[in-house]
């Protein structure tokens, strides 16, 4: 069973704001209901599972054209960070320039340089893209 919890609790543990909460609810990505009892006729939210926000959040970043330019392909941060082609916002399935398609993406603040992938690189260079 999901844990459900007020907004302004859903907002300290997924750490985003309560108006980004009423939105997900809104627009259906968080589960929520009138809850009972004490809570009154406050929103009560079931708690998505762990993992859920970076993808949520992806969109939300994608849709408002936010979203940074490199990414690591995988959780463990081993390897190369890849320039984000795009995320297919339907699906939530991100596809790098080089043709790498991975599950989700993890954000590479503070990468170095020889870090990169090398084919994300110049394909990003033959379309003229800023790196
Ligand atoms: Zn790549």
Known sequence: MP????????????NISQDLVRRYIRDGVLKA??????????????LPQDGW??????????LDKQLPTWWWPEPEKMGFV???????????????LCGLVSEN???AEGH????RCQECVL???????SL
């Open 3 to 14: 844990e459900k919890v007020t907004i302004q609790e859903a907002s300290r543990r997924l």
């Open 33 to 46: 209901e009138r809850g009972g009892g004490s809570q009154g006729r406050s929103w009560m939210v079931e």
């Open 53 to 62: 926000v970076d993808d949520a959040k992806l969109s939300y970043m994608t």
């Open 82 to 96: 890849h320039y984000l082609e795009s995320t297919g916002i339907e699906e939530l399935v991100p596809v790098f």
């Open 105 to 107: 993406i993890w954000g």
């Open 112 to 115: 170095l340089p020889q870090q």
């Open 123 to 129: 394909e990003a260079q033959a379309r003229g893209l």
